[in-house]
Every structure is written in structure tokens, then in C-alpha cells.
């Protein structure tokens, strides 16, 4: 079955600056690829999602990007505010109704 | 977005009695729905996908006879976890997908969770 992997676990950046997540797919057939945001104690949304038959996507202050032949997509946050502090996780989707995670980044972003 | 709904939101139990927690679709029809086990700081892990009107296919090492699911219609799905013991403690939620334009594959709308605390 499909597996994601997910790097890094978490990561501190200072306000402003960038944040970038990667994860990795092992499922050749997987074409779509969501990214949730969860906050402490609260379901996860949906901020971005790609599919297979594009490279890149962008919302505001948000992207990502996929590389379908190394099988890897990453998430791009820019300017980045206290708010975007939470547990970022990807997930690939390999058949019309299956959705695989990766194992989360937590994001702290220091004001 | 749509609203998938999960009741309920906390539950205590005592070891050995059973739980049931729902999870409604509340203005799509989800034909399909998935349970996920969350432990803390750790990810969604899949234990589940829950089919209406047939029998619910368990992922490798998940106890479907632990883990009842049923899916009797196409807005509610239920996870019941039998004799819970204190291991099974967790965060359980469930998500449900909507055809979107004819496409399958496509955004999950997460219920809001149950924190399960067996005691």
C-alpha cells in the first residue's frame, strides 16, 4: 500500500521568515495530494491540494510543489505568522477513496 | 466546505464496557467513510474505511471484531469499541470525502473527533 513519509518532524522558524515541509509517496498511482493544518485539540483542514497533472499550486502565502517522477511534494509557507504555529500534515491518495498520512511536522513560529 | 459531524466529543468508560461514536455527513451523502486513530503528537493513522451498505474493510492490525463498523446509510457511519481497555484510550476520527464534478478523488472533511478515555 501506499506509504508517506514526512520531514521534518518539527521545525522553528522566526516571523517572517519561510517554512518548508517535504514529504515523500511510494505509490506510482497516487494523484492527489492534500495538506492539512490541525490544531492542538481540533480536526484537521485543508489548506492546499495538488493533483498529479500539475507542478505547482499556489494560495496567497501558501504553495506546493510536486515531483511526480522522485514521487515527492513539498509545502512552501512564506512571511510566516504566530498563526501558522500547528501540525502541518501531507497525505497522498493512491484510489479514488483511500488517503495515506505522513506523520506530521509540528511548525512553531516565534514572534 | 461540507460538515461532517462526530458525537461524541468525550467519552469516558470503564474497562470491559463498550462505545459507539458517530459520524454523520451533514449535507452530502458520503458514501464512503474512513476512522483514523490519533495518538498524541502523532499522525492519523487509518484503521478503517467504512462502506454503506456493506461490510467495512479493516487496515493490517486492526481488531474488526474490537472495532465494529456500520455503515447503515449514507450520512452515518459508526465505530463501537467493544470491552475497551485502557490501551485503547485515544483520539478517534472520522472523515468523509464528497464527489466533487465527477471527480473521486478529492478534499476529506474531518469530523470533530472523540477523545476516548478508558478507565
Known amino acids: 500500500g501506499e506509504n508517506v513519509e514526512q520531514h521534518p518532524s518539527t521545525l522553528s522558524v522566526q516571523e517572517g521568515d519561510s517554512a518548508v515541509i517535504k514529504c515523500t509517496y511510494s505509490?506510482?498511482?497516487?494523484?492527489?495530494f492534500p495538506w492539512y493544518k490541525q490544531e492542538l485539540g481540533k480536526r484537521p483542514q485543508l489548506i492546499i491540494d495538488?493533483?498529479?497533472?500539475?507542478g505547482e499550486k499556489k494560495d496567497q502565502r501558501i504553495a506546493v510543489t510536486l515531483n511526480k517522477t522522485a514521487k515527492h511534494f513539498s509545502l512552501h509557507i512564506t512571511e510566516t505568522q504566530p498563526e501558522d504555529s500547528a501540525v502541518y500534515f501531507c497525505?497522498?491518495?493512491?484510489?479514488?477513496?483511500?488517503?495515506?498520512f505522513g506523520a506530521g511536522t509540528r511548525l512553531t513560529v516565534k514572534p | 466546505g461540507a460538515v461532517v459531524s462526530q458525537h461524541p466529543s468525550r467519552v469516558i468508560c470503564k474497562s470491559g464496557t463498550s462505545v459507539k461514536i458517530e459520524c454523520r455527513s451533514l449535507?452530502?451523502?458520503?458514501?464512503?467513510m474512513f476512522w483514523y486513530r490519533q495518538f498524541p503528537k502523532q499522525s492519523l493513522m487509518l484503521m478503517a474505511t467504512?462502506?454503506?451498505?456493506?461490510?467495512?474493510?479493516?487496515e493490517q492490525g486492526v481488531e474488526k471484531d474490537k472495532f465494529l463498523i456500520n455503515h447503515a446509510s449514507l450520512t452515518l457511519s459508526t465505530l463501537t469499541v467493544t470491552s475497551a481497555h485502557p490501551e485503547d484510550s485515544s483520539f478517534y476520527i472520522c472523515?468523509?470525502?464528497?464527489?466533487?464534478?465527477?471527480?473521486?478523488?478529492?478534499?476529506?472533511?474531518f469530523g470533530q473527533g472523540t477523545r476516548l478515555t478508558v478507565v
Open positions: 472523515s468523509a470525502r464528497r464527489i466533487t464534478g465527477g471527480l473521486l478523488n478529492t478534499e476529506a472533511f
Open positions: 505509490d506510482s498511482a497516487s494523484n492527489y
Open positions: 495538488i493533483r498529479s497533472n500539475v
Open positions: 497525505a497522498a491518495s493512491p484510489r479514488n477513496n483511500d488517503m495515506r
Open positions: 449535507d452530502f451523502q458520503a458514501t464512503t
Open positions: 467504512s462502506n454503506e451498505g456493506s461490510k467495512a474493510t479493516y
